[in-house]
């Protein structure tokens, strides 16, 4: 299911007795959740009709509230929040899978696991979760829908920003929606002007993940392996996640691939730049580092990140180690 099917269920207030919240956009579960409270459990009602837990709650205080009757109201709403229900360790799987499976019609659970396919030892409990419920993703929403919500975001503020600074924000921070949020908070807050401009988001952004992904490309172009794993552990200290920016590495080095072959077509770079469709300064990194690239060595790294992606996802390797080994073994020259 998606997210907006998932919204047009909780607006209708005939939600399912279960749903598993999947997928890397963080902000809009927050945002469902929020709307889920708002029209389920009644003002004034919360203490009897919602619980939310971040840690693995007693059991036996749950099933007491997943059991009971509402107080004025159809439904009771319980969030598990990243409390880690999936973990190989938990106690008291079987009674967690019997609840799960066995959920009465007055409630409404939203179970927030991170990375659930990861954990190969709690494919029981997830399982059951999948079966007894109904799996809704929240994918990173693409930059056709984020510019106008960009838009808007900068219209609260007094603000415009037209389609192409949007485009650069969003290609200079990556798609998370709560880190362009706070960025575009920011930015709104700088701009002296009524438009905004590059110039102001440069002035006051902090540049995460992309930023570092083409560094780390022209690090391997480089064969500075020092380089390389410097900016990896920028990344871990800046909490980055790694899967994401494996995704955002993966995709910047495709379209490196793309300029490579138009090039090696005859095009003009200023051809290519624009037959590439993506924000104007991503196109001209892209020709520039495709013009010191091999389309063999491309190719490679492409694949690489590739067994990368399918490793971490199938739990053969731990994400930051897969990127660890995806720069030992990346030659470009």
């Known amino acids: 299911m998606t997210y907006e099917q998932f919204k047009n269920e909780i607006k209708a207030g005939l939600p399912s007795t279960l749903y598993l919240l999947t997928g890397a956009e963080d902000f809009l579960k927050e945002k469902c959740i929020e709307q889920a409270k708002e029209r389920l459990v009644a003002p004034g009602f919360e203490d009897f009709n919602y619980q939310s837990y971040s840690d693995v709650p007693d059991f036996g205080l749950c099933a007491d509230f997943v059991n009971g009757l509402p107080m004025m109201s159809d439904r009771k709403l319980l969030v598990l929040r990243k409390c880690g229900l999936f973990d190989a360790r938990l106690k008291g799987k079987a009674d967690w899978e019997e609840l ?152 910047q080095l495709l379209t490196v691939y793309r300029a490579k072959v138009l090039l090696g077509v005859g095009y003009q770079r200023s051809v290519v ?3 590439l469709g993506v924000a104007p300064f991503v196109a001209d990194k892209s020709v520039n580092k495709a013009a010191r690239v ?11 990140c590739r067994d990368a992606d399918r490793d971490i996802k199938q739990g053969r390797i731990e994400p930051w180690t897969a990127l660890d080994m995806l720069v030992a073994q990346a030659k470009l020259a």
């Open 294 to 304: 091999s389309e063999e060595g491309l190719e490679n790294l492409i694949s690489l």
């Open 273 to 275: 730049a624009k037959k």
């Open 100 to 251: 799960f499976s066995n959920l009465p019609p007055t409630v409404c659970v939203l179970l927030w696991e991170p990375d659930p396919e990861k954990k190969k030892a709690s494919a029981g409990l997830r399982k059951v979760c999948e079966n007894a419920g109904t799996v809704v993703e929240f994918p990173l929403q693409t930059e056709a829908k984020l510019i106008p919500w960009l838009a808007m975001a900068a219209s609260k503020g007094g603000k415009l920003i037209d389609r192409d600074c949007a485009s650069y924000l969003i290609a200079s921070l990556g798609r998370s929606m709560a880190v362009l949020k706070t960025e575009m908070e920011k930015v709104t807050a700088y701009a002296p002007g009524e438009q905004i401009t590059r110039a102001d988001i440069d002035a006051v952004i902090i540049r995460p993940a992309e930023d570092r992904a083409f560094k780390l490309i022209d690090s391997i172009i480089d064969g500075r392996r020092d380089l390389s794993y410097g900016y990896l552990g920028e990344l871990r200290q800046n909490r980055t996640e790694p899967v994401q920016f494996l995704s955002l590495f993966a995709g």
